[in-house]
Nanobody, 117 residues
């Protein structure tokens, strides 16, 4: 059984910062790609940032968000600076994880980020 548990969401004023964390646990053999997605009300879920050996960001967060990972802790982070109201949404962690039985993607439960103007 593999679980992804997110933390760090909340309410912040525009221009503020938040740091999201996502810890993977369970019978993990290896973790390949990890990433953060977000879903705003009435919109589709979109990829915000991902990390394998390199990092990728959606254009709207470049220069403001930083994704990183701690392989020893099976944890991925998203440092979000200069937050804007349009960053509001539910942020989901995603990871491609190999167990003894298969390799597949897993999702966290989501954490709410609200940026007030």
């Amino acid at each position: 059984q593999v679980q992804l548990v997110e933390s760090g969401g909340g309410l912040v004023q525009a221009g503020g910062s938040l740091r999201l964390s996502c810890a993977a646990s369970g019978n993990i053999f290896s973790i390949n790609a990890m990433g953060w997605y977000r879903q705003a009300p009435g919109k589709q879920r979109e990829l915000v940032a991902s990390i394998t050996g390199s990092t990728r960001y959606t254009d709207s967060v470049k220069g403001r968000f930083t994704i990183s990972r701690d392989n020893a802790k099976n944890t991925v982070y998203l440092q979000m600076n200069s937050l804007k109201p349009e960053d509001t949404g539910v942020y989901y962690c995603n990871a491609e994880i190999s167990t003894a039985w298969n390799t597949r993607g897993y999702w966290g439960q989501g954490t709410q980020v609200t940026v007030s103007s």
